[in-house]
């Protein structure tokens, strides 16, 4: 089992900018790609971005592409998702997750995270 915990989420301006954590604990942390999606109330969960087990390779959606950075600490545990040029259309829960697979694809990711709040206002 691997534990997910997310963090940094909160309520932000339009133009703003935030950074996301996820703290991981359980089995061994490089073993896995991490990737961050979302989900906007009333839609279904949206990828965000994945990162693989060394960091060296890396995948965005199209709609935060240029402005959101995921990177990962191994020696931490942890991944991050750096937000800058904040949108309200970003407004969603945002959810870490672990797995064996470097997808997009949410199905082929074992380990969740509860998830973290962000708000952005207009």
């Known amino acids: 089992q691997v534990q997910l915990v997310e963090s940094g989420g909160g309520l932000v301006q339009a133009g703003g900018s935030l950074r996301l954590s996820c703290a991981a604990s359980?089995?061994?942390?490089?073993?896995?790609?991490m990737g961050w999606f979302r989900q906007a109330p009333g839609k279904e969960r949206e990828f965000v971005a994945t990162?693989?087990?060394?960091?060296?390779?890396?995948l965005y959606a199209d709609s935060v592409k240029e402005r959101f950075t995921i990177s990962r600490d191994n020696a931490k545990n942890t991944v991050y998702l750096q937000m800058n040029s904040l949108k309200p259309e970003d407004t969603a829960v945002y959810r870490c997750?672990?797995?064996?697979?470097?997808?997009?694809?949410?199905?082929?990711?074992?380990?969740w995270g509860q998830g973290t709040q962000v708000t952005v206002s207009s």
């Open positions: 359980g089995r061994t942390f490089s073993n896995y790609v």
């Open positions: 997750a672990a797995g064996r697979i470097y997808v997009r694809e949410s199905k082929s990711y074992d380990f």
């Open positions: 990162i693989s087990w060394s960091g060296g390779m890396t």
